[in-house]
């Protein structure tokens, strides 16, 4: 089960002003009306059509603030599927490559750390066995793929995971 996205900083902090501005347009709304019903002559003043001015004009600025939001909110929504998608390509690939080339769950799991970007001590320690095991691992991970190394094996995922189609139909449309 995948934990529900949370929204950027970004995200909270413009929510965060457009609720601030909604107050204080709100307050200033509600003054501009006070004042003018208040009023014994029915013609306005320079000081309430500036005031009504600068309240429409904090309104206007909301609405196009909440679009903002709203478009930052699908964009962070895209990326955040367009990356488990990718993740879930990358495993499957993974595990497709660890079945073809007939690793040992040690191996796989080995591999998966590596990976992850973990190095041999990292590794070791992770699995709780010795830097020794996890080089002899190592050799046959790469013997079996038959790469010299890390980022020839990491290439090879990268290159199969690029090739392969992780979006289909709606999902790969961006955001409008």
Do not use: C
Not at 112 to 122: N, P, Y
Request: proline content about 5%.
């Amino acid at each position: 089960m995948t934990a529900k996205p949370r929204p950027s900083l970004r995200s909270a902090v413009l929510a965060a002003v457009i609720a601030a501005q909604t107050a204080s347009a709100t307050f200033f709304l509600y003054d501009w009306v006070r004042d003018v019903a208040a009023m014994t002559a029915p013609a306005l003043t320079w000081h309430l059509v500036v005031e009504l001015l600068a309240t429409a004009s904090l309104i206007v600025a909301i609405f196009i603030e909440t679009r903002l939001l709203l478009r930052i909110l699908r964009r962070e929504a895209h990326m955040q599927r367009s990356l488990s998608a990718a993740a879930r390509g990358l495993h499957e690939i993974m595990e497709a490559h660890f079945s073809d080339w007939d690793l040992t769950p040690s191996e796989q799991d080995v591999a998966t750390f590596l990976v992850k970007g973990a190095d041999i001590a990292e590794i070791a320690r992770l699995r709780g066995s010795a830097e020794g095991t996890v080089k002899a691992h190592l050799n046959a991970i790469y013997r079996k793929a038959g790469v010299p190394g890390r980022p020839a094996l990491l290439s090879l995922l990268i290159e199969d995971l690029m090739a392969a189609p992780l979006l289909s139909g709606a999902e790969t449309r961006p955001p409008a």
